[in-house]
Structures are given as C-alpha cells and as structure tokens.
C-alpha cells in the first residue's frame, strides 16, 4: 500500500476520505459541525470515530488538526492506520477513538489558529483567572506582527527578533513567539479569553469516549518543528510524572522528549492539551504524547505563521501576495511529499502500535 495515498490535499478531500474509510469498515462516525464554512464553502466538522467496544477500559485516541495547517498529517495518520488494519487486532479490553480534525476551520483555511485566532493548544487554562505573561512576546510584538508585510517592514523586523535571539538564546526566542501570550487576540499564540469551539468539543469528546476507561492513551499529531520528515515524541507530562516515566518505557527512552529539560524542540508552553485531557478523564491515568513532525527550518516555519498573522489583519487573501502567503504556511506545515510521506507514515504507525501494546499492560 502506498502511505502517500493516504493523505490528502484540501480539509474537504481529507474529511471525505476519513468518511469513507470509516463507511467502509462499518464504524459509527459522530460529526461536530462547526459553526463556520471552509474555504471552499465546505461544512467544517470535528468527526469521529469509535473502533472498539463501547464499555473498553483501555482507550487510545488519536487527534489530528490541534494546529489546523498541521492536520494533513494527523489525518493521513487516521486514514492510513484504519486502512492499513492497525487496530485488527486489538486487545478486548480496548477501543480507539479518532478524532479527526479538531480545528477543521484552521484545516480548511490554512490556519494554525481556530476561528477565534486562538492557538487551541494553549486555550486549556481558567479563564477570568490572571494569565500567564510572555514577557518576550511583550518586549517583541511589534516585530513579531509588524502592520507592514513589505521586504523593508520585515527586514527591520527581522533584525529585531535576531538581536534578541542574539541576547537571550534562540530557545528564548521561540519561547517569546510561542509559548503562548495572553494580551494580544490579534497576535501570534494567543491562547484565547474563552474556551474555544474547538476546546468544548475537545472535552466532551475525551468525557464521553474516555468514560468507561481506567487507563487513557492520546496521541496529537503535529508538523512543523524538527528535522524532515523526522517525528519527535514529545511527553506532555512533567519529567516526574508517571505519565512520563510511561511513555518511556513504552516509546523508548532514546525517543521521547520533554519540555522540561530542554530536550524537546519545542519551547515550554502554558495552557496545553493534555490539561483538557487530564480534565475529562480525572478517573483514568493519562498517557499523552505529541508527536511533532519536521518540515522546514523553524525560521520560516514561524516566519510563514506571522505572514499569515498579517494576512488575516491587513492582508487580502484573494491578491497574489495573499496567495502566496497561503501556499508558503501550507508548505512550511505540510511538504506535500511522498518521501515525507513516507516517513511520517512509518513512525505514527509504530508510535500508535506502541502505545497500544503499552496500553494493554496497565490493570
Ligand atoms: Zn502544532
């Protein structure tokens, strides 16, 4: 079977495929329609799908689109693993949920944010509580969305952004542009002052398909930082947590990551999935993993995301310059390849085996 078949090129032509695919193997799919329309007028949902008994006490899910440009990844993961036979032969005690497309407006518009512009993966946090402050994004955020996207408006950006990073450490620039910030609903990373659509379906589907589990295993699959083609596992519990101590074992401690030791490619961020997880599910033990995919060097990976950023402030999205913004953010998320395809495909189906097989050992 060719991986690269399993993919797709639009939302539309990825939500169709997982539709199919589920028909053809008789799951019951449910559909959380959005309450907005894709980019080619589309209805946008979050599906999904139970493979699996109903009252399991072992549930892995897997979740694509967290950061809706990155979802052609996470979907071709769904797609491939339903149509490769990967839960054929799944312990009786388990069931695996996918969740397709949890932020189908940003799939569809080629957005990382939801329609609110809030990064979903930092929108898990009380909200009318006093958020945390990103004192970087603070100090940079004239340059991180300046108002003007011309070559001079981005060069002067750009050397502001380089002395920082000169002063503080590449990490702390990351860290200032996405870790996540509070302040700004038009900026980059803003992690909302509501709960998102996006994160109220999130809870009521881990409530309701994690209801009869002891033991919870979630996988979110992302792209955009990291070597090509390579899938990073990043732990989302602290390096004290058996969470932690679970993926390990289960994922190889060579493999795993954290945040919390500056392992992980990725800058330690507030307001995350796991913590809605860890919400819905606070009689099940969590074990929850993001693996992170690379495309393209972290420079234009963030320098797609502030185009886009102001794009969607000042730009038009129907002019060339719009245009090409929208095919840069698509590329820098998704290659479009099939040697990255290929690649991908290997590492989800032995990271997802993985957990299942580790899954199966908890009581
Ligand atoms: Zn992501």
Redesign the pocket.
């Known amino acids: 079977m060719n991986p690269s078949s399993f993919y797709s090129g639009t939302y539309a032509e990825a939500r169709a495929k997982f539709l199919e695919t589920c028909a053809a193997q008789g799951l019951r799919v449910e559909h959380h329609i959005h309450p907005k329309r894709g980019r080619e007028g589309e209805e946008l949902a979050t599906d999904v799908a139970r493979f699996g008994p109903e009252n399991a006490s072992h549930v892995l899910f897997t979740q694509s689109a967290?950061?809706g440009v990155?979802g052609f990844c996470g979907s071709g993961a769904q797609v491939g693993a339903l149509q490769s036979g990967l839960y054929d032969d799944l312990p009786d005690s388990m069931a695996v949920v996918l969740v397709h497309a949890i932020n189908p407006y940003g799939f569809s518009w080629l957005r990382?944010v939801t329609h609110e512009n809030v990064d979903l993966?930092r929108n898990h946090l009380e909200h009318g509580q006093p958020y945390p402050v990103n004192e970087g994004y603070e100090q940079l955020k004239d340059a991180i969305c300046p108002v003007s996207w011309t070559p001079e408006a981005r060069a002067s950006a750009r050397a502001t952004l380089e002395a920082y990073a000169e002063a503080y450490g590449p990490m702390a620039l990351q860290g200032a542009l996405s870790g996540g910030q509070y302040s700004h609903p038009e900026g980059l990373f803003f992690g909302g002052h509501q709960t998102t659509w996006s994160a109220k379906t999130m809870a009521a589907v881990a409530g309701k398909h994690a209801a009869s589990a002891r033991h919870v295993g979630w996988i979110d699959y992302?792209?955009?930082?990291g070597p090509y083609g390579y899938g990073e596992l990043i732990s989302d519990h602290l390096l004290g947590d058996p969470g932690h101590a679970r993926l390990v074992d289960w994922l190889g401690e060579s493999d795993v990551t954290n945040t919390d030791d500056g392992s992980s490619t990725s800058a330690p961020l507030t307001g995350v999935n796991s913590l809605c997880v860890a919400g819905a599910a606070p009689h099940a033990t969590v074990t929850m993993v993001?693996p992170?995919f690379g495309t393209s060097p972290v420079d234009e990976v963030l320098d797609s995301l502030r185009a886009d950023c102001w794009l969607h402030n000042h730009g038009d999205l129907d002019s060339y310059q719009g245009r090409a913004i929208k095919a840069e953010i698509r590329r820098c998320f998704y290659p479009d390849a099939d040697d990255w395809k290929a690649m991908v495909f290997e590492r989800t189906s032995d990271t997802e085996r993985k957990m299942i097989a580790g899954l199966a050992t908890l009581d």
Do not use: A, D, P, V
């Not at 992302?222 to 930082?225: A, D, I, K, N």
């Open positions: 967290t950061h990155e990382r993966n992302h792209t955009g930082l993001t992170e």
